[in-house]
């Protein structure tokens, strides 16, 4: 290892050691000395250091500071050879009066290092004191991953490289570049040029929350060409962070057919999507098109030196593969069972080939399906499932389920965020994640290559709006990578994130705020329910409304919950010295017989789609149809069974529930529902029953009149599930999802 000094000269005053740091990821270890270190007039940065990695430092450091800063061989740097070798991105910082010393074990060492170093320069850049400390640290996790996609919307090589600034920023090393899908191919293939001539452009795109259906009418297209995307691998070289390029099979792939629809199981034509969601053509199995695979990721593996090709392998329907006579005999003549065994033939052939040219194929969760490829990596992200299921069967993955690491869902209450996807993930839940599994033990755990987020682009218009999904997630992201998250501290994270807010104002960058408006949820309060505010900032100097009127600063105080016990709408926000600090949240609560009570589920939601719990079906807010985020709870592929406890014998005449339908996200109404009541507990009798029909008739507003009238203390509701997603339906031959909210009585 060598042994390296960055000597940084300077004028020692002695002051009181300033115990706080604002370090984004926090250092494994980081030990405060008695001293500091002036930052001088002149940084000068030995020669004989690293010269991209020192440049780095150079250039994020340039205008932050009047000094000048110019490259000289310092007398006092010296190399020392010591046999201990250390993991390659580690490092430690000693911060001395007399200057600023590094060791590292590799270049990607030093540069961890001075990223540190910047931060520890921004954050002092106007007190010019830096504290003396010792810092020692590497990361927990070898991949620490951040995702782009460019298919839905494309951001040209500048806007990528400025991703890549942002994500070198906060230590995050690895990129996953998705270059390919139904509704787009975005990167040069020279053999095959009709890929972009034709595969690069839809006719238009679809606008507004997807159950609209509605279109802009507007062509739409963008390719990277070889030389854009070598530029930016060039880029991320320097940045130390490896790309991962993505080409989508054996699904996804109506933009590729488009341009060569032979490739298809029936003859076309076809065009790039211009829907979001899964679509029933795809990729045949034919010796043509593993010629055009093989030959496309000959140009891809030239481009991009990185160890993995992400492959895809995800929501490939098998409509296609059902009726193509080829697939049938492919099936029978090779002893594939059915076709989640053509699946996975398939992509074991792709790995094959992938590894004869020396690297290793990653593939979404779905490529488990039929048996997994011998060297294959998951991607875990319909849950933790997948990468448990890898893990244990000793293969690597990466874990990015979508309930912590979906940078597409909305961050902040929806009424006050941009049109998102969908779901609900907020800073602090990305921050509690923890990625490797309880499920497995120490040895399997070390097959858990690390963490990624994932920032799908169907709603995302505009590199702005990638800022603005980015940020503050990022940050949280990098600590949960780095292994130093602990969410008993998350308060002091959040203020850490909110300090570096200065510096992207600096950059200009465009990043959420949501953290400082007023969020609320339903908490139980005695026999029924109180509305609760929090936020990053002080609770009291929220005012609040329940008349459905504006809040000003004359309006009450926050103090406590808000007691609900009556139809209210509330509306709050934040004052600072009078004047609106914050976005004003509303939220409509109803409050029926069954609201607030005890209720116990036999089937749990899925993470992801679970916020407030079983509470979410009594807690008096019905679910928006066109915002999967915190209203509503997700089932995939299990029942609604819910047992309310009312407290007393109640009467009531009507029972109404909704259920949401949402086809092009795999989530479908219910099948079914029956209704039961019992005085014990335990001893329940059936008094009512309405079949799917019935509920698509009321399109998920399903509302049952009882006469006479029920009276029990006890109810219980079975709510079905829709089962197996049929054939020409996005997700066809997937459980469907059963998304459900509010059981109310009347």
């Keep these: 290892m060598r042994n390296l000094f960055l000597l940084l000269l300077s004028t020692v005053f002695l002051t009181a050691l300033n115990a706080q740091n604002q370090l984004i990821p926090q250092p494994k270890k980081l030990e405060l000395k008695q001293g500091e270190f002036v930052i001088p007039e002149t940084l000068l940065i030995s020669k004989s250091l690293p010269q991209h990695e020192s440049n780095y430092l150079i250039n994020r450091l340039k205008g932050k500071f009047d000094i000048e800063i110019s490259k000289n061989n310092l007398a006092e740097i010296r190399k020392i050879y010591i046999e201990k070798v250390h993991p390659d991105e580690w490092y430690s910082i000693s911060v001395e009066e007399k200057g600023i010393y590094i060791r590292f074990s590799t270049n990607t060492g030093y540069f961890r290092a001075l990223q540190t170093l910047a931060q520890l320069f921004e954050e002092h850049q ?60 975005r990167i040069e293939i020279k053999k095959y040029p009709k890929l972009t001539e034709i595969g690069s452009k839809r006719k238009e795109s679809m606008i507004g929350p997807y159950g609209d259906n509605r279109f802009d009418g507007v062509p739409y297209g963008g390719f990277y060409t070889q030389e854009e995307i070598k530029e930016v691998i060039e880029y991320a070289k320097k940045l130390h962070i490896t790309i991962v390029p993505e ?119 779905e490529i488990l399906e039929g048996g997994l490829a011998p060297n294959a990596a998951v991607m875990s992200w319909t849950g933790e499932e997948g990468g448990i299921e890898a893990a244990k069967t000793g293969h690597y993955a990466v874990m990015t389920p979508g309930a912590y690491c979906y ?44 963490v990624q987020a994932n920032l799908w682009a169907e709603y995302i218009l505009d590199f702005k709006q990638v800022e603005y999904m980015l940020f503050p997630r990022l940050m949280a992201l990098a600590e949960v990578g780095w292994g130093t998250n602990d969410p008993k501290n998350y308060l002091a994270f959040e203020k850490k994130a909110v300090d570096h807010f200065k510096y992207l104002d600096e950059m200009g960058v465009n990043y959420s705020k949501s953290i400082f408006n007023p969020s609320g949820k339903v908490i139980r309060s005695g026999n029924g329910i109180a509305y609760e505010l929090y936020m990053s900032k002080d609770v009291h100097n929220i ?71 079983e509470l979410t079906l009594v807690d008096g807010i019905e679910g928006d149809p066109k915002v999967l985020g915190k209203t509503w709870l997700g089932f995939s592929g299990t029942d609604v069974i819910a047992t309310i406890d009312l407290g007393e014998r109640t009467e009531f005449s009507k029972l109404y529930f909704n259920s949401l339908n949402n086809k092009g996200s795999w989530i479908h109404l219910a099948g079914g529902a029956k209704i039961l009541i019992s005085d014990d507990g335990v001893n329940f009798k059936e008094i009512g029953e309405i079949g799917k029909q019935k509920i698509e008739e009321m399109n998920g507003r399903v509302e049952i009149n009882f006469v006479p009238a029920q009276s029990a203390r006890y109810l219980k509701v079975e709510i079905y599930n829709a089962g197996i997603i049929p054939d020409g ?3 066809a031959g997937h459980a469907a999802w059963l998304f459900v909210d509010e059981i109310g009585l009347k």
């Design 407 to 450: 940078f597409d869902h909305y961050q902040g209450d929806p009424q006050n965020e941009p049109l998102a996807f969908g779901g609900y993930t907020p800073l602090d839940k990305i921050y509690s994640y923890h990625p490797i599994p309880e499920e497995l033990n120490a040895e399997e755990g070390k097959y858990i290559l690390g």
């Design 543 to 613: 005012r609040y409304t329940t008349d459905g009127s504006e809040p000003t600063i004359n309006s009450e105080t926050y103090q406590s919950p808000i007691r609900v016990d009556r139809p209210m709408t509330i509306r709050a926000a934040y004052f600072e010295n009078g004047e609106l600090k914050s976005a004003i949240t509303h939220q409509r609560l109803n409050v029926s017989k069954s609201t607030g009570k005890a209720i116990e589920l036999v089937n749990q939601p899925a993470s992801n789609y679970s916020f407030g719990g």
């Design 729 to 731: 339906n996005p997700g």
């Design 126 to 185: 106007h007190d010019r004191k830096i504290p003396a400390m010792l810092i020692v640290d590497e990361p927990q996790f070898k991949w620490r991953g951040m995702h782009l996609d460019v298919v839905r919307h494309f951001f040209n090589k500048e806007e990528v490289k400025r991703y890549l600034d942002y994500l070198a920023m906060y230590k995050i090393n690895t990129f996953h570049w998705h270059l390919t899908d139904d509704q787009g191919w």
């Design 247 to 365: 080409i989508e099979m054996p699904g996804h792939a109506l933009a590729a057919l488009s341009a060569y629809p032979e490739l298809a199981c029936t003859p076309g034509p076809f065009e790039a999507a211009t829907k979001w969601g899964v679509f029933d053509d795809v990729f045949c199995p034919k010796e043509e098109t593993f010629e055009f695979l093989e030959n496309v990721l000959d140009e891809v593996i030239a481009l991009f030196p990185s160890e993995y090709i992400h492959i895809g392998g995800d929501e490939c329907p098998k409509v296609r593969w059902k009726e193509c006579a080829h697939c049938q005999e492919l099936i029978k003549t090779e002893n594939l069972g059915d076709e989640e065994g053509l699946q996975s033939y398939f992509i074991k052939r792709i790995e094959k080939y992938v590894n004869s040219k020396g690297r290793k194929i990653i593939g979404w969760n």
